[in-house]
């Protein structure tokens, strides 16, 4: 039969119950703007009943456990949309500082003191002897020159700021990896001994969040709540439970190439992230430009060298190049044509000094003959192209980083919404424990009055 102390014990149990609910939503307030955190609930069951003669006696309530609002199919999709943002994110910052090298807006980039170079040399085929048309060809040659060294050592400078970057990501992924194995660690034992690791589980979904933006990962689970993360598509070790891979450095990176291997040595193909956008952009696009751009300039050079060497300088002399070099990075003036302009070839074989004008005019004429591109394209027509090339790449990347980040905003909204903290629903959630607390305290008061006049009757 139900007695005075099954009330008792009711209301202690409500109490402790509904104190737990209090404690819980103020857990969950206080961390409603904690990065990665995951709302927690308090699964309340009725108490087990108790069979009398007169029939079932309830028992109450009892919390079965806090349970962790997790979504993991989104955590999987935020990660693996996060891999590609990473990626584009990289790719846009290297293909922007490419495109400021080859920005032609402001009219005195490499295409117009290419066009300059070409016109100086029009100018001296009208005044094949001026002394002042050979000064100007010669400050428009250098200006060229700069042009171009400037240009190939932007794009080398890139390239070497670009492979810093991989070996910073390359020892954030170690840490990163060795924060994920930490917590392994921590979740595994604490919930081997039955504990709760929730929090734990969020740091670690947050790691992996990072470490997701900057190498496209694979996890899976173990029965023991630990995580193992690999490179996705080439399954290359990070984490293994609470270790990680090659001895603590999963990854290397030679500087020389940008090529990444795992611990052991073995090429690693990476799919996504960070590393991916930096490897690309260094090995595809700015390899690219400065393969192209010394193309380019050694092709012009050969092409006039070709020509002026065939020419006659003022003094009489021939066979003499007017540049010096073997790419855009050493392109310059010959040292005899920048100590004596006489050397100059204006006049072409045959003609009389001075008057003679047909090298002048035959080097003009190469800025519209069709040398580049296995002879598809001028000069100009070739840098135009590589210019094209360069605002393209950048203006996709941007696009690409534009439309991941829309779309990893749309899948953190929706995490949000089912992991997230919503202060009002807490505040009405702990409205509602405060006002069952209260009643249980009720409770007890009432049956400490039955109970008094039980004893009175005595």
Do not use: C
């Not at 990473?86 to 400021?100: D, N, P």
């Not at 990163?176 to 929090?199: F, T, V």
């Not at 020419?311 to 005899?336: K, P, R, W």
């Not at 009643?439 to 005595?458: H, Q």
């Amino acid at each position: 039969m139900t007695t005075i102390g099954n009330i008792f014990e009711i209301g202690r149990g409500a109490l402790l119950t509904y104190q737990q609910g209090v404690n819980l939503t103020s857990h969950n307030i206080a961390n409603a703007n904690t990065p990665g955190y995951s709302r927690q609930q308090l699964n309340l069951e009725t108490a087990v009943a108790y069979n009398t003669d007169s029939g079932a006696v309830g028992t109450g309530v009892s919390a079965n456990g806090i349970e962790r609002v997790y979504d993991r199919f989104i955590t999987g999709q935020i990660n693996q949309e996060n891999a590609s943002l990473g990626e584009w994110e990289a790719r846009t910052a290297v293909l922007s500082r490419a495109e400021v090298i080859f920005n032609e807006a402001s009219g005195s980039g490499l295409g117009q003191s290419m066009t300059d170079f070409w016109n100086a040399w029009q100018d001296l085929s009208n005044a094949p002897a001026g002394m002042t048309e050979r000064t100007a060809l010669v400050a428009k040659a250098e200006t060229m020159t700069a042009h171009f060294q400037s240009a190939r050592e932007g794009l080398s400078a890139i390239e070497r700021d670009v492979t810093g970057q991989m070996a910073d990501t390359v020892d954030e992924i170690t840490t990163l990896s060795a924060r994920i194995a930490d917590l392994n660690d921590k979740i595994g034992q604490i919930e081997a001994g039955g504990g709760s690791a929730h929090e734990f589980r969020d740091q670690r979904d947050l790691a992996l969040k990072d470490l997701s933006k900057l190498v496209d990962i694979q996890t899976v689970e173990t029965a023991g709540g630990m995580v193992s993360v690999s490179l996705a598509g080439a399954g290359t070790p990070l984490v293994n439970d609470t270790a990680v891979a090659g001895n603590g450095s999963p990854l290397t990176i030679d500087t020389a190439t940008g090529a990444i291997a795992d611990a052991a040595g073995t090429s690693v193909s990476v799919t996504g992230g960070t590393l991916k956008g930096l490897q690309e952009s260094r090995n595809t696009e700015i390899a690219g430009y400065i393969a192209d751009l010394d193309a380019l300039a050694e092709t012009l050079m050969t092409q006039v060298n070709a020509g002026h060497r065939n020419g006659l300088g003022l003094d009489g002399s021939t066979g003499v190049d007017f540049f010096s070099g073997t790419s855009a990075a050493d392109m310059a003036v010959h040292a005899e044509i920048g100590g004596d302009i006489n050397r100059i070839a204006a006049a072409g074989p045959g003609e009389r000094i001075p008057g003679g004008n047909g090298n002048a005019l035959m080097i003009a004429d190469l800025q519209h003959s069709l040398v580049m591109n296995g002879g598809q394209s001028s000069f100009d027509e070739y840098h135009s192209s590589l210019v094209s090339r360069a605002g393209n790449a950048a203006q996709g990347a941007a696009q690409g980083a534009s439309y991941q980040s829309e779309m990893l905003s749309q899948l953190e909204a929706q995490r949000e919404s089912i992991s997230g903290v919503s202060l009002d629903e807490e505040m009405i959630q702990l409205v509602q424990f405060q006002n069952a607390y209260q009643a249980a305290s009720k409770l007890i008061t009432v049956a400490d009055e039955l109970l008094d006049t039980v004893i009175n009757m005595l």
